[in-house]
T-cell receptor
Framework: AQKITQTQPGMFVQEKEAVTLDCTYD???????LFWYKQPSSGEMIFLIY??????QNATEGRYSLNFQKARKSANLVISASQLGDSAMYFC??????????????FGTGTQLKVEL | DTGVSQDPRHKITKRGQNVTFRCDPI?????LYWYRQTLGQGPEFLTY????????KSRLLSDRFSAERPKGSFSTLEIQRTEQGDSAMYLC???????????FGNGTRLTVT
């Protein structure tokens, strides 16, 4: 069974500062993938970044980067130069492959980020 | 790319009534998923379709729940004899390949009174 742990229920950051959202995972799979999604108050889940377990480089997408430490089973999201629009719930998720090649995502409980002026 | 569309956005129903939600995935995506999200939790997997075939169902999907994707395009999720515990956000997602991320819709928020 796969498990995602997000230990920070809420985080505050000043505008323009960087923030790290923690995520640890547990899996017995040799090959796996890790995702981060953003969920604003509107409810939509917005894909941010993906890291494959065999990727040698840490993933980056604009202001988002994933600090992947395989031995520690952690996949922390770093948001640089925070903006007010970054205020949202952030979810870390791990995928397992389903019959026919689908992706089942197991989500953590999320971290509510609040960006302040 | 018009995104994943879900209808309705909100549904309030009385306990015991049946409800049906609709999901229109991104047009070229053949993989479609339903998730349920309760307050303070991350989404939980319910079921998965590849084209019109329902290939996986979570044990969370009780006998009162049924999902269809009749022509491999839009999908419906029906809940019969709703219970207060069914109150949640129901999210639909689609993807193109195994390696591509899931794209989620805005969800349908169900309230059972």
């Amino acid at each position: 069974a796969q498990k995602i742990t997000q230990t920070q229920p809420g985080m505050f950051v000043q505008e323009k500062e960087a923030v790290t959202l923690d995520c640890t995972y547990d899996t017995s799979d040799q090959s796996y993938g890790l995702f981060w999604y953003k969920q604003p108050s509107s409810g939509e889940m917005i894909f941010l970044i993906y890291q494959g377990s065999y990727d040698e480089q840490n993933a980056t997408e604009g202001r988002y980067s994933l600090n992947f430490q395989k031995a520690r089973k952690s996949a922390n999201l770093v948001i640089s130069a925070s903006q007010l629009g970054d205020s949202a719930m952030y979810f870390c998720a791990m995928r397992s492959i389903l019959t026919g090649g689908g992706n089942k995502l197991t989500f953590g409980t999320g971290t509510q980020l609040k960006v302040e002026l | 790319d018009t995104g994943v569309s879900q209808d309705p956005r909100h549904k309030i129903t009385k306990r015991g009534q049946n409800v049906t939600f609709r999901c229109d995935p991104i047009s070229e995506h053949n993989r479609l998923y339903w998730y349920r999200q309760t307050l303070g939790q991350g989404p939980e997997f319910l079921t998965y379709f590849q084209n019109e075939a329902q290939l996986e169902k979570s044990r969370l999907l009780s006998d009162r729940f049924s999902a269809e994707r009749p022509k491999g395009s839009f999908s419906t999720l029906e809940i019969q004899r709703t219970e207060q515990g069914d109150s949640a956000m129901y999210l639909c997602a689609s993807s193109l390949t195994t390696d591509s991320p899931l794209h989620f819709g805005n969800g349908t928020r169900l309230t059972v009174t």
